[in-house]
């Protein structure tokens, strides 16, 4: 696994979050999948769940102005053959361009026979930027809880 595949493995999961395909985002995804920050740690055990997590997600991302999502891949660290320890900044632009936010996370990634899948996702940053975002804009991040 060199850094072209990473790469082409973030371009196809960057396109998947600005279409919010929770279909295609999932399937870049080993099953189980684990996402953790410093408040919340959950496993996926299935591609079907994660995509109903992710489409939870999209009406706040509509609500505050996403239209598209890139990225700068800052490390590789190599675990394995097959794994690998992937440092992203994800950068949130609104419909013309403007950033609205980023986020720094963490994945182990693994290339298994049908390509290359996430098995865990550390998240940096991104709850304290979303809250920032959402205050700047007004937005009452209560009305997007699950209670």
Not at 111 to 136: F, I, M, P, S, Y
Request: net charge negative.
């Amino acid at each position: 696994m060199n850094n072209s595949e990473i790469d082409d493995y973030l371009t196809r999961y960057a396109a998947t979050l600005t279409t919010f395909d929770s279909k295609a985002a999932a399937d870049l995804w080993a099953t189980p999948g684990m996402i953790i920050d410093d408040r919340f740690a959950g496993v996926v055990n299935d591609r079907e769940s994660m995509a109903q997590g992710l489409e939870q997600s999209y009406p706040l991302y509509r609500e505050l102005g996403l239209a598209s999502v890139s990225y700068e891949h800052l490390d590789t660290r190599h675990l394995t053959d097959a794994i690998k320890l992937v440092q992203v900044r994800w950068l949130f632009n609104d419909a013309d361009g403007n950033q609205l936010t980023d986020s720094t996370a963490y994945y182990i990634v693994r290339r298994d026979n049908d390509g290359l899948h996430a098995c865990v996702c550390v998240q940096t940053d991104d709850a304290e930027k979303l809250q920032t975002l959402a205050a700047e804009r007004g937005i009452d991040l209560a009305k997007f809880t699950k209670s």
